[in-house]
């Protein structure tokens, strides 16, 4: 399965008219997760070969604009390259973010009288008290939800730290599993590791030609790991025919932050096959870096 990573903006908070504000699409076969979604992403998507009608899941490291302004225009977008069919059964796009996420968009969406061709989910993540200075505990007191569900709008989860792990787990499926843990910014902020599961090693075809196999099923139920008979009584284990096993792939990339919280980050991102960190100034500029909540190079 192919993995690749673009980068429509890494501009921060002053993008230019050739860096954009942040926001990063990472893509698997058949879907785009986006990562962060700041002022103008549609148009940059619009000049990749992305597509934005493939985006099925959006993560929101945290509620400052450079990094969430974008989102209500996005969906609005997505929207207009929707099939309006009516009884075509419409996928959810479920949206993950800190806790404030889902007021900001019913407020945005229904102020402009948006509608949308497809329904949406917001799953939020309780932040923690240790996870921002004075001003990121003023805004977390003011995000308390407030009026009805947006028209599109699915009921989304409220997803808590899990203390054991010291990290979110924000959903499994048979491909990979995805969390999230703490950063120290002047709002809560939060980075992503999606882990891919292990894959089943190559098929040793030669292997299986000599026992009499050809091309079919058979070779695919011994990849998904079934245990086979033949017409003669041989059983074939899937252990047999199948290479070593490929280590599932790890990508982790992190919202903005002058620090990490706990030890779930280090463990989480050890290993990673790709690591996206924010270094918003240079070494020189130090002390206003962690006065803002912010990495140097």
């Known amino acids: 399965m192919t993995m690749d990573m673009t980068f429509l903006g890494t501009g921060s908070a002053y993008p230019s008219p050739h860096r954009g504000a942040s926001a990063l699409v990472l893509r698997t076969e058949g879907e785009c997760w986006l990562f962060d979604c700041g002022e103008g992403t549609q148009t940059q998507l619009m000049r990749s070969q992305l597509r934005a009608g493939r985006i099925t899941k959006v993560f929101i490291s945290h509620l400052h604009g450079d990094h969430l302004f974008g989102l209500p225009g996005l969906l609005c977008t997505v929207s207009l390259n929707t099939n309006p069919d009516p009884e075509k059964n419409l996928n959810c796009v479920d949206i993950y973010g800190p806790r404030g996420l889902r007021h900001f968009l019913r407020v945005t969406l229904g102020l402009s009288g948006s509608q949308l061709l497809f329904p949406y989910a917001v799953h939020e993540l309780e932040p923690t008290p240790e996870q921002s200075p004075e001003e990121g505990q003023l805004s977390l007191e003011m995000t308390a939800e407030c009026g009805p569900l947006h028209p599109q709008e699915r009921p989304g989860r409220t997803i808590s730290l899990d203390v054991s792990s010291d990290c979110y787990l924000l959903f499994e499926d048979k491909k990979f599993v995805v969390k999230a843990f703490r950063l120290f910014h002047r709002v809560p902020s939060f980075g992503f590791c999606i882990q891919e599961h292990d894959r089943p090693g190559r098929l040793k075809t030669e292997l299986l030609k000599e026992l ?3 091309p079919g099923p058979l070779y695919g139920r011994l990849k998904a790991g079934e245990t086979i008979t033949l017409e003669s009584g041989r059983v074939v284990l899937p252990s047999e025919v199948l290479e070593e096993t490929i280590p599932g792939r790890k990508v982790c990339i992190l919202g903005d932050c002058s620090s990490v919280l706990g ?10 096959d790709i690591l996206v960190h924010e270094a918003t100034l240079g070494n020189d ?3 206003k870096a962690v006065d803002h909540g912010h990495s140097t190079a």
């Open 263 to 272: 030890e779930g980050p280090l463990s989480l991102c050890r290993g990673a």
């Open 285 to 287: 500029h130090r002390e």
């Open 212 to 214: 009499g196999l050809k």
